[in-house]
């Protein structure tokens, strides 16, 4: 045997479990992505008498740690992870922005809940910024989901907004497992109970719109 085909024997040896690995990890198999969206329900129950102000409510701040569609865990004290695999079907901002739209509009309080631009001039504005929204899965502890917010309701007066009500509010809500279905039920639940909590603090609040605002 020459130098040569010794070689050349030697070349095959390595190439061909290579190759051979090669096609086995083209085969493999990976997770599939899932989408999940929030429901906070519609249960609540309405105020008795219809308001005549109109509300805006303003697309959610997200803080820009949240603010993506994976959704994201908390492992350590400063440290979060984002799940490829399970992700929101729309940005948070988004996600929020509507439960909290459909909420308000069966809650009788007011005559129109609008969002974006519109035809009918509001007279009040609802402003709200997202500081927490994540699943807690830190070592020693029960899963949790966790979500914190400000809300701020203002006089749109069309010369200046004033601030009628501020308020922060957060809640932490155990889940049933770590899985993200767990997760987005735990989140679902948490935005329910600031929406109630929410819809009792505004029984303290004139919502009567101003004669400018008419």
């Known amino acids: 045997m020459t130098a040569r085909d010794v070689k050349t024997k030697v070349l095959c040896a390595v190439i061909v ?9 083209l085969n493999k198999s990976y997770p599939e992505k899932r989408s999940f969206a929030l429901d906070v329900g ?31 865990y908390r492992v350590g004290e400063l440290q979060y992870d984002n ?8 940005s948070p901002s988004v996600l929020l922005t509507q439960q909290v739209q459909g909420w308000l509009s069966k809650s009788n309080r007011f005559r129109f809940v609008l969002t974006g631009m519109n035809h009918v001039e509001p007279t009040h504005v609802l402003d709200a910024t997202v500081t927490e929204f994540y699943g807690d899965y830190r070592s020693g502890g029960s899963p949790q989901a966790v979500l914190g917010v400000e809300i701020m309701l203002l006089i749109d007066d069309r010369k200046d907004e004033t601030v009628l009500f501020r308020r922060s509010y957060r809640q932490e809500v155990p889940l049933a497992g770590r899985a993200p279905d767990a997760l987005a039920a735990g989140l679902s639940q948490a935005a329910r109970q600031v929406l109630i909590d929410f819809d009792r603090d505004l029984d303290g609040v004139s919502l009567e719109p101003s004669p400018r605002s008419r």
């Not at 008795?48 to 805006?56: C, D, E, I, N, Q």
């Not at 799940?83 to 079907?89: A, K, R």
């Open 17 to 25: 479990p290579l190759m051979l690995g090669g096609c086995v990890n």
């Open 42 to 72: 519609s249960d609540h129950q309405p105020t008795p008498t219809a308001g005549s102000a109109v509300l805006r409510v303003s697309r959610f701040r997200v803080s820009p740690l949240f603010a993506g569609r994976a959704m994201v």
């Open 83 to 90: 799940d490829f695999y399970n992700e929101w079907l729309v």
